[in-house]
Each structure stands twice: as structure tokens, then as C-alpha cells.
């Protein structure tokens, strides 16, 4: 659907059809790939560091490890609250939106502690932190109880809430330190 539309939008400039399509195309798949590589990496290295992997052949087993659970996700389905058979990543579709902005939310939280300990000004950033911080939290209540605790949403939803908690306190921390 991508790639035909920038088909379209590309005739429109005089580009034949076809070659906006394929256009579209490779920079969908780039975009895709270069996402995964980074999450994989990052959650690689995230592994690696929480459970004190070292070594050469440890990069094999901490991306195994990282990629087992998406790979679940992928292959499985379940029942949504109508009762509907879903693949699972469309189940857990709602948490993207509350997952992305609690990365931006966090990312403004470090940097916040940072400023802080650093000796610098943080009155720029205090307010966004604050209602990234926030917002996101209240989303993720919400998820939680609209999807039930015991659900996957519901359980995805509680795993972030409580990092989220976990940040705020050790920033707390900083912020009370003077």
C-alpha cells in the first residue's frame, strides 16, 4: 500500500509510476531494517550488561535471547476480549504509541538527572519532563485496566509502568540530592 502510494504521488511529479513505487518500496524496507537492526542491538547490549555476559560467542546467546520473545509473538495468536483470533503483535499494537513516548519521556528524565548533577540549569526541561513523564504514566494505568493485568497488554503495560517508576524514583533521588 506504501510503495503504490508513493507510485502515485511520484506520477503526479511526472517520475513514472513503477519506479515511485519501487522507490517507496526500498525506502519502507530500509526504514524497517535499520529499526530492527537497532532494537536488536540495543537489546543485545542491554542483555549482555543485566546478566554480565563477556566474551566473543556471548553476542550469539544475548541475541538469541533478545529475539526469542518477539519471535513468540510473532508466530502465536489468541483471543482478543470479543473473543476473536489475532496474531499477538496486533494485540499488543496499543502499547506502541505509550511505549514511544515513555522512551521520550525517560530520554528527557536522564537528561534531566544529568543537568542536574552536572550543576547546570534545569528549568528548560523540568516541564516537559513532567508531562512526558505523566502522560505516559496515566496512559499506562489506563492500558492496564482496560486490558486487565492478566492480559498481555495488560502485563506488557505493567512491565513499563513499573521501569517507568523505578526512573522516577532514582531521579528523585538526584533531584532531592543537592
Known amino acids: 500500500i506504501y510503495g503504490a502510494g508513493m507510485g502515485k ?12 513505487a519501487s522507490f517507496g518500496l526500498l525506502a519502507l524496507s530500509t526504514f524497517i531494517l535499520t529499526t530492527l537492526d537497532t532494537a536488536t542491538r540495543l537489546g543485545r547490549y ?3 550488561e543485566l546478566f554480565g555476559m563477556k566474551g566473543k ?4 546467546l544475548s541475541t538469541l535471547v533478545t529475539l526469542v520473545v518477539p519471535s513468540i509473538l510473532v508466530m502465536i495468536t489468541i483471543k482478543d ?3 476473536n483470533v489475532i496474531p499477538a503483535w496486533k494485540a499488543i499494537w496499543p502499547v506502541f504509541g505509550a511505549t514511544n513516548q515513555l522512551l521520550a519521556g525517560l ?6 538527572g544529568w ?6 540549569s534545569t528549568k528548560f526541561v523540568l516541564i516537559p519532563v513532567i508531562f512526558m513523564i505523566t502522560v505516559t504514566v496515566l496512559a499506562l494505568v489506563q492500558l492496564i485496566v482496560r486490558h486487565s493485568l ?14 517507568a517508576l523505578a526512573m522516577i524514583y532514582e531521579t528523585l533521588k538526584i533531584h532531592l540530592a543537592r
Open 9 to 20: 504521488f511520484f506520477s503526479i511529479l511526472g517520475i513514472p509510476e513503477s519506479l515511485g
Open 46 to 48: 542491554i542483555t549482555e
Open 57 to 60: 560467542g556471548m553476542r550469539y
Open 81 to 83: 476480549s470479543a473473543g
Open 107 to 112: 530520554a528527557l528524565l536522564v537528561i534531566y
Open 115 to 120: 543537568l542536574k548533577k552536572t550543576g547546570r
Open 150 to 163: 492478566l492480559g498481555l497488554v495488560g502485563i506488557i503495560s505493567a512491565t513499563l509502568l513499573v521501569i
